[in-house]
RNA sequence: CGGGAUGUAGCGCAGCUUGGUAGCGCACAACGUUCGGGACGUUGGGGUCGCAGGUUCAAAUCCUGUCAUCCCGACCA
């Protein structure tokens, strides 16, 4: 490819718009374009990019024994409703009607859709195992898309299905994925950490999340990591807690005057005691039900586990409004702060659900709410004053320094990019959508299935985040769009030209993806654009040449060499070949 | 969906307070001088000032509405 002709057009200055590193190189080095919120244009060296990593996914898929095929992108709600995410899946599943007012949606993900497709295939243990890939726009109405292509609403997903006779078998080909994942992360140029993970609105049990650790807020994961093997999602992690004090050693229990202090901060203060020894009453709302959880005062509460406890797929903390109203339903009069789980039994048509974290169960002579405003109970006990809440279970945020749960050392806390994820979901979508074989005793049994995805242009943009400096983007040469650009520095000068030519001839010939910066520029305006798109190699041909060398450059780590043009074929030549 | 901000040429911005013929830099086209880290000069092309209504002799500017985009919070590849 000849740079004169290139579709392409570099920016001297950065998008307003665009807040991390990867957004705003891929869109200032002509990447990519916005055509409105999170949907964007994949411009020739983007796709070049994103074909790239696609083949490798392709390859070590195949390798896996997993076949291709492509599912429809516009779904039938009927589908949906069998599985009941119809109702289940919420905002960010882009629905719609066709001209008969027949509903539809967009396809966020394909479980529905390959589980329909097996079951009228798949009639036989014979079959099976089976996995089943595609790669495929899949579109998400995202409440907030952001980030360029870390978080876009239409996005390039790799998704895999599999289906299984035994939980034996699909724990097999759930480390056989996990391999296959590994391989294809490190192909692309990436490091990354598998981490436990909720299994969130794909459902089912065991999932591990792929994670590009970064060290930016383009990572929006927090991922708890142990020198040991353990890492973990947030929203999964737990951990053992450090000693603490958790006897209040109030003498009596009673009720005491707390004006206007309804922070836990506050109130610690006021009764000069640790923040171990209070009970904090949070009141939460899932799927439009109440539920108050109880959680030791120096500690938060990780929404999602609190959310699986319940069994909801939705969560927000309630308002104070919302407070005030339950609080009257229930014969009390307070304001968040000094709201306690006694005496709450209803709000509007559900029942207070109370929820109690494991931290506050041993709790001895505490401090916590009465629902009476400006007024607490200290020297509080389980089963003399309170009942302890029935559900007991661990609801906590795990904070760095936490000791880890399976070695004991102290937990580290990082960001990450999740760039894959693989999920066992057993019956989860055979079973309710009737998706069954014959097994060897010829008795129907549904699927035992596993899911598998990755995120192909959030892939690019992770690449970009790890790779990369205050020049532009240094892209790993298995995903590059180009492996090399050989940039004659004068065009006006026949020698460097006829030159540039021919090692740009030679690579081609060779098999190398080449660039040949022939345009009319400044030697400084080629520099810049061959460092902000990233090429992993640049041939400089220049005055040197006179002298038998040119120039070469590695874009990974610096290093310029003056060699003969012959050799800095050969490295190139050579480096690409490792890389097959 | 709540809270905050912004919409003027492909990109980055000024102009708006105090209404009066739409500007600057980059990019683009032409010519000339330059030529190893985003050169310079001259000339030129490109705009329904987000959209709709209103006030006014006159609206980018004032008013009302609306749409879009971005940032901060809850989800996920």
New binding site residues.
């Given amino acids: 490819m000849k740079m004169s002709n290139m579709f392409v057009?570099?920016?001297?200055?950065?998008?307003?718009?665009?807040?991390?590193i990867s957004?705003k190189m891929l869109a200032?080095a002509g990447y990519i374009k916005?055509l409105?919120?999170?949907v964007y244009t994949f411009l020739p060296l983007m796709w070049r990019v994103l074909k790239k990593i696609e083949n490798i996914i392709r390859d070590e898929m195949d390798k896996a024994g997993a076949q291709e095929l492509l599912m429809p992108f516009v779904q039938p709600k009927e589908l949906w409703e069998e599985s009941g995410r119809w109702n289940a899946y919420?905002g960010?599943l882009m629905r719609l009607k066709d001209r008969h007012g027949r509903e539809m949606c967009l396809g966020p993900?394909h479980e529905e859709i390959i589980t329909s497709v097996a079951r009228d295939i798949l009639k036989s243990y014979k079959q099976l195992p089976v996995n089943l890939y595609q790669i495929q726009s899949?579109f998400?109405d995202?409440?907030?898309?952001?980030?360029g292509?870390?978080?876009?609403?239409e996005?390039i997903?790799k998704d895999a299905y599999s289906f299984s006779t035994s939980q034996e078998d699909l724990e097999r080909e759930y480390q056989n994925m996990w391999q296959a994942y590994t391989n294809i992360f490190k192909r692309c140029g990436l490091d990354t950490k598998a981490v436990q993970?909720?299994s969130?609105?794909?459902g089912g049990s065991v999932s591990h999340?792929?994670m590009v650790i970064t060290d930016t807020?383009a990572g929006?994961?927090d991922v708890f990591y142990c020198e040991c093997d353990y890492s973990a999602?947030s929203?999964h992690a737990v951990s053992n807690l450090p000693d603490a004090v958790t006897d209040g050693s109030f003498s009596e229990s009673k009720i005491v005057d707390t004006p206007n202090v309804g922070s836990i901060e506050d109130l610690s203060k006021f009764l000069n005691c640790p923040q171990t020894v209070i009970c904090k009453s949070l009141v939460y709302i899932v799927d439009k039900a109440p539920v108050v959880a109880l959680i030791r005062g120096d500690r938060a509460v990780e929404?999602?586990k609190l959310?699986n406890a319940v069994g909801g797929l939705?969560?927000?903390i309630a308002t104070s409004g919302e407070i005030e109203e339950m609080m009257k339903e229930n014969g009390f009069d307070a304001v968040a702060g000094f709201i306690g789980p006694k005496g709450l039994k209803k709000y509007g048509e559900y029942e207070v659900k109370i929820i109690a974290d494991k931290t506050v169960a041993n709790l001895k002579n505490f401090v916590i709410g009465i629902n009476q405003t400006d007024k607490h109970l200290v020297g509080a006990n389980w089963g003399v004053d309170i009942e302890l809440p029935e559900i007991v279970e661990d609801i906590r945020l795990v904070e760095a320094g936490d000791f880890c749960p399976e070695c004991g050392k102290p937990l580290k806390v990082t960001r990450g990019i999740?760039?894959?994820?693989i999920?066992q979901l057993g019956t989860k979508y055979s079973a309710p959508m009737n998706a069954v074989y014959l097994d060897a005793n010829g008795k129907t049994q549904p699927y035992i299935m596993g899911c598998y995805?990755?995120?192909v242009?959030?892939?690019a943009a992770a690449a970009v985040e790890a790779h990369h400096d205050e020049?532009g983007i240094k892209w790993p040469l298995a995903i590059a769009p180009y492996h090399v650009v050989v940039v004659p520095?004068?065009?006006?000068d026949n020698e460097q030209m006829k030159v540039a030519n021919e090692i740009y001839e030679q690579l081609l010939s060779a098999g190398v993806e080449a660039v040949l910066d022939d345009r009319?520029?400044?030697?400084?305006?080629k520099?810049?654009?061959?460092?902000?798109i990233g090429f992993p190699f640049?041939i400089?041909?220049?005055?040197?040449?006179s002298e038998g060398n040119?120039?070469f450059?590695e874009r990974s780590n610096g290093e310029?060499l003056a060699i003969p043009p012959q050799d800095a074929v050969d490295k190139v030549v050579k480096a690409v070949k490792e890389i097959l």
């Fill in positions: 057009q570099t920016m001297r200055e950065f998008p307003s718009d665009a807040e991390v957004h200032r916005k409105t919120s999170g919420g960010e993900t899949k998400r995202e409440r907030r898309p952001r980030f292509l870390l978080r876009g609403r996005f997903m993970s909720d969130g609105a794909i999340e792929f807020d929006e994961n999602n929203n929404e999602t959310m939705d969560i927000r999740e760039v894959g994820n999920f995805g990755i995120g242009t959030r892939t020049w520095v004068s065009t006006q009319n520029e400044r030697a400084g305006v520099f810049k654009d061959a460092d902000l640049r400089t041909v220049g005055k040197t040449i040119v120039e450059v310029k």
